[in-house]
T-cell receptor, first 115, second 116 residues
């Protein structure tokens, strides 16, 4: 049973460029959440996708956008990259449930460096 | 607003010592969930425990134990007889049930180093 996978593992971009990160959820999961983890800090929630729609969004600018495909995989896009966007981007998958504390399964992350 | 505080930035212990990681949370909701995750150097967050706000019973699982106290909004995590493989960053996280518990708020993490 494959866990959450993310690609690429590492990425180096220049300020102003655009980047796309990819995530495949754990088998059987239908919800994907994205988190940004700056060095030495805890992960911060970016947004969550369910049924191909953005269901929740954290305090991130519109430069951060996403997409979920019919097979539940997801992409995170960041436009007009800033140096401050350098971070580990984590994808988490879960199975939607109401009224319960859903356990999220995390992928290994994509390390983005903006120069 | 929801918030998670982990006052201990770094802890170093010698192998076989017991160590407790502190977590204090803030939430306005009466129904919420608390989690502990471990992040080894590989970067992947590994789930350790989930506790809901209605269950204050403390639990022991192998070398891990948890102390949940609603009165002080604390959810502390103890490793007994620590091992070198326990070295990692540990995160406490909070989710609120109203939003299906899907938006995690993480604390800043505590880096644990277990020395041989």
């Amino acid at each position: 049973d494959a866990g959450v996978t993310q690609s690429p593992t590492h990425l180096i971009k220049t300020r102003g460029q655009q980047v796309t990160l990819r995530c495949s959820p754990k088998s059987g999961h239908d919800t994907v959440s994205w988190y940004q983890q700056a060095l030495g800090q805890g992960p911060q929630f970016i947004f969550q996708y369910y049924e191909e729609e953005e269901r929740q969004r954290g305090n991130f600018p519109d430069r951060f956008s996403g997409h979920q495909f019919p097979n539940y995989s997801s992409e995170l896009n960041v436009n007009a990259l800033l140096l401050g966007d350098s971070a580990l981007y984590l994808c988490a998958s879960s199975l939607v449930q109401t009224g319960t504390g859903v356990k999220q399964y995390f992928g290994p992350g994509t390390r983005l460096t903006v120069t | 607003a929801q918030k998670v505080t982990q006052a201990q930035t770094e802890i170093s212990v010698v192998e076989k010592e017991d160590v407790t990681l502190d977590c204090v949370y803030e939430t306005r909701d009466t129904t919420y969930y608390l989690f502990w995750y471990k992040q080894p150097p590989s970067g992947e967050l590994v789930f350790l425990i989930r506790r809901n706000s209605f269950d204050e019973q403390n639990e022991i699982s192998g070398r891990y134990s948890w102390n949940f106290q609603k009165s002080t909004s604390s959810f502390n995590f103890t490793i007994t007889a620590s091992q070198v493989v326990d070295s990692a960053v540990y995160f406490c996280a909070l989710s609120e049930a109203w939003n299906y518990g899907q938006n995690f708020v993480f604390g800043p993490g505590t880096r644990l180093s277990v020395l041989p």
